[in-house]
């Protein structure tokens, strides 16, 4: 039997709030077949546990259902593979291979800036814990932006005037990086700590969570999380491909926003 109720602000009936997966570690219960349709999980020894028929069915609805470019035939494919009974594939939470992008408001003397925080599981003394891995804001890659080749340098003789034409090099704050050493390479998270120490950024809200799975061997998936009054709402996979082992970094390099 169903009835209308108002959760938070969900409003529907309770099938609706069953079919909804509210939180991403249950995305990956259900991924994985570990619970059942009311989210309780599956006894010890329990022969659905991680069962591949019932994990079909689960599969079919954690898809985005309104983004096209999932098509069919991948879903297909990506199911099929997953659900193979001589190799089947889960996400093991605790393996790595998968990342959160986390896209936060701060505020930055006085006016506000976004700023994507990529977070990784690590173990700890005490067990596993979230850290930040990177930092990218286009606010600060706007500072450090050049493209044109190097025109500025120290002479190969300054240590004879003991630096001081450091004076001209520090002097000049757009072309500043001119002086850095080969492969140099902006660390966006020590700048993003000593803008919170020194006050100058103060951190709002976090604004939306998108998780880079990379764990399945074959493929590169999103999880995103979607807010509608419908079945196909809550932790659903956003964007699907199939990827070679030989484009696994550069593809993790495009996420990253690495050059």
Partial sequence: MSFSQTIGNYKGDESKLYAETKQFTQFIKRFNNEEDKNGQPYPTGSYKFR??????????????????????????DFI?????????????????EYFAE?????????????VTLYMVKELDSLGFKWAISK???QNWNDLFSDNDPKRNFLHPMSHEIDFMNLHRAFGDKKEVQDYASKGYEVDYTSILFYLI????LKFVTVESIKFHIFQIHGWYFTVEKFERDSYNSGWLI?????????????MRRYVLHKQ
């Fill in 238 to 250: 956003s964007q699907l491909m199939p990827l070679k082992e030989e484009d696994i970094e550069t």
């Fill in 197 to 200: 120490k020194t006050g100058d």
């Fill in 80 to 96: 099929a593979d997953v659900t193979n009974s001589k190799s089947p594939k889960y996400i093991e939470k605790y393996n790595g």
């Fill in 51 to 76: 069962e591949n028929t019932y994990r079909k069915n689960y599969l079919e609805i954690l898809f985005d259902g309104q983004n096209t470019g999932i098509t069919r035939q991948m879903k297909d």
């Fill in 135 to 137: 930092v990218h804001s």
């Fill in 102 to 114: 986390v896209n936060t408001r701060f505020l930055y003397n006085g006016r506000n800036v976004n």
